[in-house]
């Protein structure tokens, strides 16, 4: 079932085109990681995803509704990158004055309020005031706010700013427990290895166009770097190399080498070894997640 559908999707702002016939399906339950560099279109996006923009061309359709239509947005939870809460609130009154807006009854405020500010480890802090929070601080009590209403759908734009190691891994554990409840997560984060650890499928977006669209295995299949360690190389065994795949870099000793899959990797040492270099280590990886966005970004540039 597909919770966001976008179909040739575009925002022009006079001559500039941030959005290009952008096409994206979003599906319930899942982790859908958001990826662009800056002015890539993300922000856009978003914004006409929740009715806060209006597309100069293309359809939205969010939760089976056009954006920001009421049915839909009681579902949706929304915690943007910049946020400006007011000071003087406590953190308990802040929730309450959005819980509110949501047309919460006092009882479900009195319950919710308390369970969410201890499920973002701000269960002691309800009666501090907001001026006295650290930017890691408002950016879990931001989290608390966009799960107020227990919404089926939650963007998250830059979740993890301003957080430090453990704060991210709070995060992370949020976000997989919203996914074993069947909320679906529409995330934007410039964290990488974040976005590599939690999300499902992931887009990655540059000039308002999509550049790819699919699961990280997908993303990855068909590239393994190998490192190898190696005395005795020689230009003839170096180049005898290129077989397997393109060599990447040399320095001395060291090889980095990209093939298609690890079934390579003992044809490789038996050639070194055979042709008289000792080898010492070989170790073959999957790039990450920011070298495969770099390298889409770079060739599309």
Excluded at 115 to 128: A, I, M, P, S, Y
């Amino acid at each position: 079932m597909s919770i966001i559908e976008t179909i040739d999707l575009r925002k022009e702002y006079g001559e500039t085109v941030a959005v290009d016939s952008l096409n994206l399906t979003v599906y319930a339950g899942e982790v859908f990681g958001f990826l662009g560099a800056n002015g890539a279109g993300k922000t856009t996006t978003i914004k006409m995803l929740l009715g806060l923009a209006h597309p100069t061309a293309g359809q939205t359709r969010i939760l089976g509704h056009a954006p920001g239509a009421p049915a839909a947005m009681a579902k949706v939870g929304f915690l943007p990158e910049h946020f400006r809460f007011s000071p003087w609130l406590t953190a308990s009154s802040f929730l309450d004055v959005h819980a509110r807006l949501y047309g919460m009854p006092a009882d479900l405020r009195r319950r919710r309020i308390p369970e969410l500010l201890e499920r973002v480890r701000l269960g002691d802090r309800g009666n501090t005031r907001l001026s006295e929070f650290s930017k890691g601080m408002l950016q879990r009590v931001g989290l608390a706010q966009a799960l107020l209403n227990s919404p089926s759908l939650v963007f998250l734009d830059e979740p993890t700013s301003g957080l430090d190691p453990l704060g991210r891994r709070d995060v992370r554990k949020l976000i997989q427990g919203l996914r074993e409840a069947g909320v679906t997560i529409f995330l934007n984060s410039h964290l990488l290895s974040e976005v590599e650890a939690v999300c499902d499928r992931i887009a990655i977006i540059e000039r308002g166009r999509v550049l790819y669209v699919g699961t990280l295995d997908e993303l990855t299949q068909g590239s393994v770097t190998v490192e190898i360690r190696a005395s005795g190389l020689t230009s003839y065994l170096l180049a005898g190399l290129e077989q397997w795949g393109a060599v990447t870099q040399t320095d001395g000793m060291q090889i980095q080498m990209s093939v298609e899959n690890e079934d390579a990797l003992p044809a490789i040492a038996d050639w070194l070894v055979q042709g008289g270099a000792r080898l010492y280590t070989m170790a073959s990886r999957r790039p990450s997640l920011e070298d495969l966005f770099v390298r889409i970004v770079e060739e599309e540039k």
